[in-house]
């Protein structure tokens, strides 16, 4: 066999069964968690601030950008329609 081959992972198959996707899901889980466990106090709480902070900026930003229903202007198809008169000798 070359050098150039490359042999394919589990990694690299999709697989189409749930319980294979959760538990990949769960491996990922739980290698984030014991990272998580290793760090000190403060430097999780530091981190859980900086989080927060985050995410107050990003629904500000949200709330900044969604139209209020008094700013929304109206909308054609709401508005009645004008009938024109027929033209036709029978509505006389």
Known sequence: MGKDKKKHSKKDQASADILDVAHLSLKKFRKVTKQIGK????????????????????????QAEAPTPGDAPELEATKPRKRKKSSSPDSE
């Open 39 to 62: 760090l000190s106090t403060g430097q999780k709480l530091v981190g859980g601030a900086a989080l927060l902070a985050v995410g107050l900026t990003y629904l500000a930003q949200q």
